[in-house]
Nanobody
Framework: QVQLAEFGGGLVQPGGSLRLSCVASGSFFRLYTMAWYRQAPGKERELVAA???????DYADSVKDRFTISRDNAKFTAYLQINKLNPEDTAVYYCNTREKLGPWGQGTQVTISS
């Protein structure tokens, strides 16, 4: 059964950084473009970054130059390094395949506040 679990969120001050992790339950991970999404209060879930199995990346304009997505196929894990956080980045962050094929996990809450 496919499962995805996100970790690493927290409360940080503006300008701070976090590293999020997404652990997948099995080897399917190696076959798919993985993506990070976020959902802010009152807004729809949006894609912020994606990475192909071979490591090509793509980012939403709002996070370019601040977010870095990476993956470790041996560990079935994707990462999202988020820097220069601002209050507009406050959201629950989720991972899934680019095609949203997996079940949604619980996400990890990222809150930026001074």
């Amino acid at each position: 059964q496919v499962q995805l679990a996100e970790f690493g969120g927290g409360l940080v001050q503006p300008g701070g950084s976090l590293r999020l992790s997404c652990v997948a339950s099995g080897s399917f991970f190696r076959l798919y473009t993985m993506a990070w999404y976020r959902q802010a209060p009152g807004k729809e879930r949006e894609l912020v970054a994606a990475i192909t199995p071979l490591g090509s990346t793509d980012y939403a304009d709002s996070v370019k130059d601040r977010f870095t997505i990476s993956r470790d196929n041996a560990k079935f894990t994707a990462y999202l390094q988020i820097n220069k956080l601002n209050p507009e980045d406050t959201a629950v962050y989720y991972c899934n395949t680019r095609e949203k094929l997996g079940p949604w996990g619980q996400g990890t809450q990222v809150t930026i506040s001074s």
